[in-house]
T-cell receptor, first 113, second 108 residues
């Protein structure tokens, strides 16, 4: 009866490296959402995926960021050539259907040094 | 532009006091959710309100959805130190749009 699992919990990357953040949704959930949170701020929507499809990526930066949710395996948020401004907490949420309650993981805290 | 504005942004009170947090928007939402987030953790869902005018109670917490489904409030009675955290409202627009957050600190 696991909830939304994110890993790693903490990730340190040097400028220019790639960061891969993983999210395994709750069992039975096929909708995944990624959010970014800066210190002392609320959550900013990034992307909404349903198995193998990107439904809404209106919150994703146009460059360096990509997301996928393959048929098998976790959803991946990928940040290429990280910069200091990418340092933030990244949260994943999942739901069983559109417009139903979403449950959040514990987040991945990315630090770019 | 921020779709959902929360007020106040920060709130520090003594144990036993009552408080109200507001979540306001000029847009209509099909539903609105309230979350609480503690440091280093993800948001935890407290309640979902769907019907205009709806009131839901969760122990000492009372949630209300505005008649026009554009705003909501969270009232806490007799606050306790365990209520300390970041309270977030989120409106449903196919994906959750989060409010600016209210950081509550309750001192013993």
């Amino acid at each position: 009866n696991a909830g939304v699992m994110q890993n790693p919990r903490h990730l340190v990357r040097r400028r220019g490296q790639e960061a891969r953040l993983r999210c395994s949704p709750m069992k039975g959930h096929s909708h995944v959402y990624w959010y970014r949170q800066l210190p002392e701020e609320g959550l900013k929507f990034m992307v909404y995926l349903q198995k193998e499809n990107i439904i809404d990526e209106s919150g994703m930066p146009k460059e360096r960021f990509s997301a996928e949710f393959p048929k098998e395996g976790p959803s991946i948020l990928r940040i290429q050539q990280v910069v200091r401004g990418d340092s933030a907490a990244y949260f994943c949420a999942s739901s069983s259907d559109r417009n139903t309650e979403a449950f959040f993981g514990q987040g991945t805290r990315l630090t770019v040094v | 532009t921020q779709l959902l504005e929360q007020s106040p942004q920060f709130l520090s009170i003594q144990e036993g006091e009552n408080l109200t947090v507001y979540c306001n928007s000029s847009s209509v939402f099909s539903s609105l959710q309230w979350y609480r987030q503690e440091p280093g953790e993800g948001p935890v869902l407290l309640v979902t309100v769907v019907t205009g005018g709806e009131v839901k109670k969760l122990k000492r917490l009372t949630f209300q959805f505005g008649d026009a489904r554009k705003d909501s409030s969270l009232h806490i009675t007799a606050a306790q130190p365990g209520d300390t955290g970041l309270y977030l409202c989120a409106g449903d627009r196919d994906k959750l749009i989060f409010g600016t957050g209210t950081r509550l600190q309750v001192f013993p």
